[in-house]
T-cell receptor, first 114, second 115 residues
Framework: DAGITQSPRHKVTETGTPVTLRCHQT?????MYWYRQDPGHGLRLIHY???????DKGEVSDGYSVSRSKTEDFLLTLESATSSQTSVYFC?????????????FGPGTRLTVL | AQKVTQAQTEISVVEKEDVTLDCVYE???????LFWYKQPPSGELVFLIR??????QNEISGRYSWNFQKSTSSFNFTITASQVVDSAVYFC????????????FGTGTRLTIIP
């Protein structure tokens, strides 16, 4: 158990509304990531963070923003949700283990945009 | 750019059969990491293994084994004597080393074990 929680776990919203997903970790890891999972695409990186206030874009960052004001929390915001952002969102932490980093994932948030 | 290909979209085998899941990757990095994750029907992602690019030794963990071949850019996963609990989607992933280590995933292989 990597001590990662995500909230909410399920959300239904309407097109055009802002949505914020929260990822919380209890182990003080420096690296945190947001991925989305869609059929036929596997998981794709949206944004990641390498420290408080340090973030960068991933492969599919358009329409998303992130913030990290505390080590333990990494927020993902959909500025104006669209139906194409219906997906399952996973947060991950990067844990250093001898020889390299391993990523461990939270339980996921299922988001439906109507 | 990095790329991971899992050409097998779905596989079904009868319980107790052996099954191999294929993973082929592309990267220009000389040092990188390869991973396998399991996603059971409950939806969580379970870390199975990390392999460093400079370590080509194969690994066995119980009924699971992994065959890393740098010459063919492959990192295949074999389940021996499959069980119903092995039914899941399995993802292969690749990351660069020494940086932000972002993961590039394959599209996954759905494995169904038939009792």
């Amino acid at each position: 158990d990597a001590g990662i929680t995500q909230s909410p776990r399920h959300k239904v919203t309407e097109t055009g509304t802002p949505v914020t997903l929260r990822c919380h970790q209890t182990e003080n890891h420096r690296y945190m990531y947001w991925y989305r999972q869609d059929p036929g695409h596997g998981l794709r990186l949206i944004h990641y963070s390498y420290g408080v206030k340090d973030t960068d874009k991933g492969e599919v960052s358009d329409g998303y923003s992130v913030s990290r004001s505390k080590t333990e929390d990494f927020l993902l915001t959909l500025e104006s949700a669209t139906s194409s952002q219906t997906s399952v969102y996973f947060c991950a932490i990067g844990r250093w283990v001898a020889g390299g980093t391993e990523q461990f994932f939270g339980p996921g948030t299922r988001l439906t945009v109507l | 750019a990095q790329k991971v290909t899992q050409a097998q979209t779905e596989i079904s085998v009868v319980e107790k059969e052996d099954v191999t899941l294929d993973c082929v990757y592309e990267t220009r990095d000389t040092t990188y990491y390869l991973f396998w994750y399991k996603q059971p029907p409950s939806g969580e992602l379970v870390f199975l293994i990390r392999r460093n690019s400079f370590d080509e030794q194969n690994e066995i963990s119980g009924r699971y084994s992994w065959n890393f071949q740098k010459s063919t850019s492959s990192f295949n996963f074999t389940i021996t004597a499959s069980q119903v609990v092995d039914s899941a989607v399995y993802f292969c992933a690749l990351s660069e080393a020494g940086g932000n280590e972002k993961l590039t995933f394959g599209t996954g292989t759905r494995l169904t074990i038939i009792p």
